[in-house]
């Protein structure tokens, strides 16, 4: 393909994104094909000869597309969204056709510029005082890992990377119940073990971590012998919502001088809003690390996972390597592949420029402020009909609910919704019973669309009972 023929078919590709987009409502939400359908359709081997691009795009719209769920749908309510607003969507364009690799400053200085401007502009919107830096990862996932590797450093007097694990003694790192599975896998990674990874558990109206127990649970450790490494809250976790009371956490940390990284992978975003933040974010300053995902609710294409650091010091002395090839001579500057662990790093900061750009903060915030209230009225629509109960009441635009009948009749009725294709929920579990979730979040919705799940649901359910 010559420079020529790239336009050409990127004119064509914009064409039919654009339409793509317009029309997202006529498709089905959920992916309807079945299992081995789409592999079914591609040649076992790889051609010998080139292709036409269009032979190519025709068959990316016969056979690829089938097989794809609509994440960018507006009645795409389950897990939590994957916005990707036009702007992003733009701004990824240029950097895939620039393809920089920007691991260190002088391999791309506009993208690390651009990332440290980003993320302060990311922290004077969520209210964070002025000694937080940050990085921008690939997810919450790697960000978490990074943290959880500090807190693992930090412990063993920063000896693990070195001499490994072995004669330390185990380390120990606190949480809720409520946490995302992410946090049991760094632990997995970090050589931590999943055993030493105490859950306690939520209470309370948004199911948060009791810090009276974590403070009993610490100091049981430490008389066991144990060695207590961190402690990880949440602001809006994965199942339900659950929101930790982050002061009381933060105090019970440092009385025992234990690093600390809250994941509000998902709800971070609605921080932006001074209100939300007033009633979810209080005593958020002086965690150690903090994570959220603006890939999720505010609008940055994926992916994009910003992590605030209140001193970036325990993270670069646990991540931090620096080969002479890796060296910047003649000047200060700072390399992120050194904050996280991956060495190479995409332009990821330029989808938040044109993002923020495009909308404005006051534009970002009344969407996430109409998905709360939107949210909350549906809960309220679902509660109306008959049998049906709501299990856990809405934790900013995310509530779950039950119809009547046991755990398999929830699944069946989840299972047959999205079957249906008009709207998208998932199932999750709560106290040992199984759930029906809905989140608000995508980014196009409106209220019809939300609304439209209760007649959904309704409609679907006089037809199994």
Same mark, same amino acid.
């Given at each position: ?14 064409? /039919? ?28 081997? @790889?051609?010998? %000869? @080139? ?19 609509h994440w960018q749908h507006p009645r795409?309510?389950?897990?939590? @969204? ?23 400053w002088q391999t791309s200085p506009a993208?690390? %510029? ?6 302060? /502009? ?19 996932? $790697? ?11 930090? *412990?063993? +007097?920063?000896?693990?990377?070195? =001499? ?16 995302h599975s992410s946090i049991d896998r ?15 558990? &939520? ?13 009993? *649970?610490?100091?049981?450790? !430490?008389?066991? +012998?144990? #060695? ?7 602001? &809006?976790?994965? +199942?339900? +919502?659950? $929101? ?21 992978? /998902? ?22 690390? !903090? ?26 002395? #646990?991540?931090?390597?620096?080969? =002479? ?14 904050? #996280? ?11 938040? /420029? ?29 509660? &109306? ?8 009441? @809405? !934790?900013?635009?995310?509530? $779950? ?65």
């Open positions: 393909m010559d420079w020529d023929d790239f336009a050409k078919w990127s004119k064509d590709i914009a064409d /039919w994104g654009a339409q793509y987009h317009k029309t997202l409502r006529d498709r089905p939400v959920r992916a309807q094909s079945k299992p081995g359908a789409i592999a079914a359709q591609l040649p076992a081997h @790889p051609p010998a %000869e @080139p292709e036409d691009m269009a032979a190519i795009l025709k068959d990316f719209e016969e056979i690829v597309m089938p097989g794809m769920t795409f309510f389950a897990y939590f @969204p994957a916005n990707a607003t036009p702007p992003s969507m733009l701004a990824e364009q240029l950097v895939n056709t620039v393809a920089a690799q920007c691991m260190l993208a690390t %510029e651009v990332e440290g401007v980003m993320v302060d /502009w990311l922290r004077q919107a969520m209210g964070l005082p002025e000694p937080y830096t940050g990085v921008i990862q690939d997810s919450a996932s $790697s960000a978490t890992l990074s943290a959880v590797l500090t807190m693992r450093e930090r *412990a063993t +007097g920063y000896s693990g990377n070195r =001499e490994g694990l072995a004669g330390k003694g185990p380390l120990r790192i606190y949480c809720s119940d409520q946490v760094a632990c997995w990674v970090a050589g931590i073990g999943q055993d030493n990874l105490v859950k306690l558990p &939520g209470t309370g109206p948004r199911y948060g971590l009791d810090a009276g127990a974590l403070d009993r *649970a610490i100091r049981a450790d !430490i008389a066991a +012998g144990y #060695t207590p490494a961190g402690v990880i809250a949440i602001t &809006g976790g994965t +199942g339900v +919502g659950a $929101s930790d009371d982050l002061g009381p956490i933060l105090e019970v940390a440092r009385a025992h001088d234990l690093y600390t990284h809250l994941d509000a992978a /998902w709800a971070g975003s609605a921080m932006i809003c001074p209100e939300i933040r007033a009633e979810y974010w209080q005593g958020v300053a002086g965690y150690d690390s !903090i994570v959220f995902n603006p890939h999720k609710w505010l609008g940055a294409q994926f992916d994009c996972s910003v992590q605030f650091l209140r001193d970036a010091t325990a993270q670069l002395n #646990t991540l931090k390597i620096e080969p =002479e090839y890796l060296k910047t001579t003649g000047a200060a500057v700072t390399n992120y592949s050194e904050w #996280t662990i991956p060495l190479g790093r995409r332009f990821r900061a330029l989808k938040l /420029w044109f993002l923020i750009r495009a909308y404005g903060l006051e534009g970002l915030q009344a969407r996430i402020r109409n998905h709360v209230t939107w949210a909350q009225a549906l809960c309220e629509a679902i509660r &109306g009909l008959d049998g049906f109960e709501i299990v856990t009441e @809405p !934790i900013l635009s995310l509530f $779950s609910f039950r119809c009547p009948g046991d755990d398999y009749t929830q699944q069946r009725l989840v299972d047959a919704i999205n079957d249906d294709g008009r709207i998208y929920l998932t199932q999750g579990a709560f106290e040992g019973r199984k759930i029906i979730r809905v989140q608000v979040g995508q980014f196009e919705t409106t209220r019809d669309d939300v609304m439209m799940v209760r007649a959904v649901v309704q409609d679907i359910w006089e037809q199994i009972k």
